[in-house]
């Protein structure tokens, strides 16, 4: 057991060094949009954050915003959204498939060499609110563990980066209380761009920056499979350039104690 948390204190000091070398990293670009400032999520004090399914979400700014992707990673896509994001200097959070994750891990370790945060989607995209509870329970471990392996090489439950999202937004209040019982937030989103719906990348720009004027921050939801969400965004991430939103990347703990010792 003391071997095992050896390992996973390790391979968490690992990745979040990676993150904060990433964030450290002057941008090539001057005029990139680039990543604002770091927002340290503690589960303890915010197990539950996102005003589409909870009274609560980040404190924000006005006009600063939290990039996430769902879904991932896809290959024919996934590789373009991680260009575009490293093309403005900005670090975004992946929710991640477990069953993609296991056969495309190469992408999953350049998000996290990108300085990306990487959290939790299930193995499946399950709907969990009409699971048994314990079938549940092994959707969500398969998911950590395929994830952990593709970062680390070594499955576990534990996860790096104790992150997670619903599919669908959907849960039952027992499975939700037995993540917040394992110190794993739970993230909901305060807008998105209905891109699982069909539409071309310019009528979903409309449709975000429309959204995103009215509720002027929040967490962003998008899903890096979408096709169309690829090709939208870079005029997106020039969108909030122009318009002087600010980049916010969301980290754990644990990437704060990383960052304090390399001071």
Same mark, same amino acid.
């Given at each position: 057991?003391?071997?095992?948390?050896?390992?996973?204190?390790?391979?968490?000091?690992?990745?979040?060094?990676?993150?904060?070398?990433?964030?450290?990293?002057?941008?090539?670009?001057? &005029?990139?949009?680039?990543? +604002?400032?770091?927002?340290?999520?503690?589960?303890?004090?915010?197990?539950?954050?996102?005003?589409?399914?909870?009274?609560?979400?980040?404190?924000?700014?006005?006009?600063?915003?939290?990039?996430?992707?769902?879904?991932?990673?896809?290959?024919?896509?996934?590789?373009?959204?991680?260009?575009?994001?490293?093309?403005?200097?900005?670090?975004?959070?992946?929710?991640?498939?477990?069953? +993609?994750?296991?056969?495309?891990?190469?992408?999953?370790?350049?998000?996290?060499?990108?300085?990306?945060?990487?959290?939790?989607?299930? *193995?499946?995209?399950?709907?969990?609110?009409?699971?048994?509870?314990?079938?549940?329970?092994?959707?969500?471990?398969?998911?950590?563990?395929?994830?952990?392996?593709?970062?680390?090489?070594?499955?576990? !439950?534990?996860?790096?980066?104790?992150?997670?999202?619903?599919?669908?937004?959907?849960? !039952?209040?027992? !499975?939700?209380?037995?993540?917040?019982?394992?110190?794993?937030?739970?993230?909901?989103?305060?807008? *998105?761009? +209905?891109?699982?719906?069909?539409?071309?990348?310019?009528?979903?720009?409309?449709?975000?920056?429309?959204?995103?004027?009215?509720?002027?921050?929040?967490?962003?939801?998008?899903?890096?499979?979408?096709?169309?969400?690829?090709?939208?965004?870079?005029?997106?991430?020039?969108?909030?350039?122009?318009?002087?939103?600010?980049?916010?990347?969301?980290?754990?703990?644990?990437?704060?104690?990383?960052? &304090?010792?390399?001071?």
């Amino acid at each position: 057991m003391a071997g095992n948390a050896i390992k996973l204190c390790a391979a968490v000091a690992a990745s979040f060094a990676a993150i904060m070398t990433a964030q450290a990293a002057d941008c090539a670009r001057k &005029d990139a949009l680039g990543t +604002s400032r770091i927002v340290v999520v503690d589960p303890a004090a915010s197990p539950r954050v996102g005003l589409k399914s909870f009274p609560r979400t980040l404190s924000l700014e006005d006009r600063e915003v939290v990039l996430t992707f769902d879904d991932g990673p896809w290959p024919a896509t996934t590789s373009k959204v991680l260009q575009a994001l490293a093309d403005e200097c900005v670090h975004a959070t992946f929710f991640l498939i477990g069953k +993609s994750a296991s056969e495309h891990p190469e992408l999953v370790r350049r998000m996290a060499a990108g300085g990306h945060t990487i959290g939790h989607h299930t *193995w499946s995209h399950r709907n969990l609110k009409y699971a048994r509870p314990e079938n549940a329970g092994g959707e969500i471990d398969k998911g950590i563990a395929a994830v952990e392996t593709a970062l680390h090489g070594e499955a576990t !439950t534990t996860p790096t980066t104790p992150f997670f999202r619903f599919p669908y937004f959907e849960m !039952t209040p027992r !499975t939700l209380d037995n993540l917040e019982r394992r110190g794993i937030a739970v993230f909901g989103a305060d807008l *998105w761009a +209905s891109d699982w719906n069909r539409m071309t990348p310019q009528q979903e720009l409309k449709l975000l920056t429309e959204r995103l004027e009215i509720a002027r921050k929040g967490i962003i939801l998008l899903h890096d499979p979408k096709a169309q969400t690829a090709a939208m965004l870079p005029a997106f991430l020039r969108y909030l350039r122009d318009h002087r939103y600010r980049v916010v990347h969301i980290v754990p703990p644990a990437a704060k104690i990383v960052a &304090d010792k390399a001071r």
